[in-house]
């Protein structure tokens, strides 16, 4: 039975912990000497929960120094403690106000702890964050280039040539450490063998969500934010329509579940039968992408590759 409830805010330079229960604070710089500081605290106070905000990596070597010590912390989305404090009345912000509302967070939603990934999986998981990273910086620059004038038009020019290079190494190292594991090669091979399926979203499936192929249909639509949900209450009736999940493999699907529309006629026909019925542009696309999924998931689940008669790829409505 969990005796304490902690929650870090997280920031570049300091960690800032509350205790819900005890009502204790800590305050610690976010560096060898402060992280230790605060799990020899913490570890006095087991069994407990320590729930932090996912921070864009500041909060990494925290969580990993916990699990060392054997507490296994939940990383939140950011949205859901917000929602929680403007649900709790607590609309003040500081980082000590933040490190005890995530106590509180902890003590009445005692999110899950998820295992953290591996140093393989953390290298890989570098590795696609960098490629959307150079992706941006490509589309910035040709966006530059188009208004640019002649004095940095050269420049701008030889930027993008670099990022392209960069670009190819990066998909080149992606692609060599996915196939050093026999598991991963063969889970990236039967992915791609979707048409309109390329080696980015196989990638970013690998890379950013495990669970493919562990869950059921409504479960994986639901965790990369593609399932339709409802918006009803009183008399109104509202249509329904997807949110939240994972941004980054949804990004990926977008494009993939795009080029599926062309070149898969399984999406295809799909796609353009739900165009035909009415539906705008933007709702099919999204049914395909539910479907994509869905699709692959089961692919995974059943080891077995993509034909256009596969009993198994359930229909999807909208």
């Known amino acids: 039975m969990i005796k304490e409830f902690i929650g870090i805010d997280v920031s570049k330079g300091t960690l800032d912990a509350?205790?819900?229960?005890?009502?204790?604070?800590?305050?610690?710089s976010n560096d060898d000497e402060g992280i230790d500081k605060l799990v020899k605290a913490i570890i006095g106070l087991t069994p407990v929960l320590v729930v932090m905000e996912a921070t864009g990596g500041y909060e990494t070597q925290m969580a990993y120094a916990l699990y060392e010590a054997g507490i296994c912390p939940a990383v939140v989305n950011p949205r859901e403690v917000r929602n929680f404090a403007k649900a709790t009345k607590k609309?003040?912000?500081?980082?000590?106000?933040?490190?005890?509302?995530?106590?509180?967070?902890?003590?009445?939603?005692?999110?899950?702890p998820r295992p953290l990934s591996d140093e393989q999986s953390q290298e890989l998981e570098a590795l696609i964050a960098r490629r959307r990273q150079v992706i941006n910086m490509l589309i910035a620059e040709k966006n530059r280039l188009h208004m640019a004038r002649k004095p940095v038009k050269d420049a701008i020019i030889s930027h993008i040539e670099y990022?392209?290079?960069?670009?190819?190494?990066?998909?080149?190292?992606?692609?060599?450490?996915?196939?050093?594991?026999?598991?991963?090669?063969?889970?990236?091979?039967?992915?791609?063998?979707?048409?309109?399926?390329?080696p980015n979203l196989a990638a970013?499936?690998?890379i950013e969500l495990p669970e493919l192929g562990t869950l059921n249909r409504k479960q994986i639509a639901a965790l990369v934010g593609v399932a339709p949900l409802n918006h009803d209450s009183g008399t109104k009736r509202g249509k329904r329509s997807p949110w939240g999940g994972r941004p980054q493999v949804r990004s990926a699907?977008?494009?993939?579940?795009?080029?599926?529309?062309?070149?898969?006629?399984?999406?295809?026909?799909?796609y353009n039968r739900l165009c035909s019925e009415g539906k705008a542009k933007k709702v099919a696309l999204v049914a395909c992408m539910r479907k994509l999924i869905i699709m692959l998931n089961t692919m995974i689940k059943y080891n077995t590759t993509w034909h256009i008669d596969q009993p198994v790829l359930a229909e999807v409505t909208v």
Not at 18 to 28: I, L, M, Q
Not at 93 to 107: E, R
């Open 163 to 198: 990022l392209k290079k960069d670009l190819s190494q990066i998909d080149s190292e992606l692609k060599g450490r996915i196939e050093e594991s026999p598991v991963q090669r063969e889970k990236y091979n039967l992915i791609q063998s979707v048409p309109g399926v390329g």
């Open 91 to 112: 609309l003040a912000k500081t980082d000590t106000i933040d490190a005890q509302i995530l106590a509180h967070f902890a003590a009445v939603i005692k999110p899950e």
């Open 18 to 28: 509350a205790a819900y229960t005890s009502g204790k604070k800590w305050r610690a």
């Open 253 to 270: 699907l977008y494009m993939a579940a795009l080029a599926a529309t062309h070149f898969n006629p399984d999406i295809s026909q799909f």
């Open 204 to 206: 970013t499936l690998l």
